[in-house]
């Protein structure tokens, strides 16, 4: 089955240290990959996607992630971390058993907490 | 350009009542989505549609029904709302474009069903 891994519920990290929220995958064929991020009382945001080509992605508010196909992994980092980054994110993956109508499968979230 | 828009913001019913969200995209996205949002769970896919007047059901889809008249719009009716219900649902579209283009998301409706 098509599925989306987010191991930790939450991650603690004080300003200023780099930071990484984890995700795995399972999907057959390859991988269209999302990481989205949720504020408070808000709809999700678009950080950045890996559609193909370079492993590290770079995206919104300084914001990168790095695809790595062996270890079926898509995590989400930033050098230093900002009390503003506190929120929750969601890595997501196209369903690739729809084909010619996309959907997308999404993990449970990660939970940051930057701690000034 | 207001993006994607949901009505309304919050609402608390009673059990065995109906009512329905709407979801407005002013981006001509052909492709729009409704989400229910449970902690713990993530976002689960209720129902979403391809295109003006077509649409399908997704991981969730029972106790719910959608329509999509109008590319523009998309729908999502509870006939008779039941506490496994309450919840937050996030609306949103996107470009077809062979999947690899991000959603946009409205800000959510939290339903409340006693």
């Known amino acids: 089955a098509q599925s989306v891994a987010q191991p930790e519920d939450q991650v603690n990290v004080a300003e200023g240290n780099p930071l990484t929220v984890k995700c795995t995958y399972s999907v057959s064929g390859n991988p269209y990959l999302f990481w989205y991020v949720q504020y408070p009382n808000r709809g999700l945001q678009f950080l950045l996607k890996y559609i193909t080509g370079d492993n590290l992605v770079k995206g919104s508010y300084g914001f990168e992630a790095e695809f790595n196909k062996s270890q079926t992994s898509f995590h989400l980092k930033k050098?230093?971390?900002?009390?503003?980054?506190?929120?929750?994110?969601?890595c997501a993956v196209r369903d690739p058993t729809t084909s010619g109508t996309y959907k997308y499968i999404f993990g449970t979230g990660t939970r940051l907490k930057v701690l000034a | 350009n207001a993006g994607v828009t949901q009505t309304p913001k919050f609402r608390v019913?009673?059990?065995?009542?109906?009512m329905?969200?709407?979801?407005?995209?002013?981006?001509?996205?052909?492709?729009?989505?409704?989400?229910?949002?449970?902690?713990?769970?993530?976002?689960?896919?209720?129902h979403y549609s391809v295109g003006e007047g077509t649409t399908a059901k997704g991981e969730v889809p029972d106790g719910y029904n959608v329509s999509r008249l109008k590319k523009q719009n998309f729908l999502l009716g509870l006939e008779s709302a039941a506490p496994s219900?309450?919840?937050?649902?996030?609306?949103a579209s996107s470009w077809v474009a062979g999947g690899y283009n991000e959603q946009f998301f409205g800000p959510g409706t939290r339903l409340t069903v006693l």
Request: charged letters at 15%; one cysteine or more; hydrophobic letters at 35%.
């Open chain 2, 85 to 91: 219900q309450t919840s937050v649902y996030f609306c």
């Open chain 1, 79 to 90: 050098p230093s971390a900002l009390v503003s980054d506190s929120a929750l994110y969601f």
């Open chain 2, 20 to 46: 329905t969200l709407l979801c407005a995209q002013d981006m001509n996205h052909e492709y729009m989505y409704w989400y229910r949002q449970d902690p713990g769970m993530g976002l689960r896919l209720i």
């Open chain 2, 13 to 18: 019913l009673k059990t065995g009542q109906s």
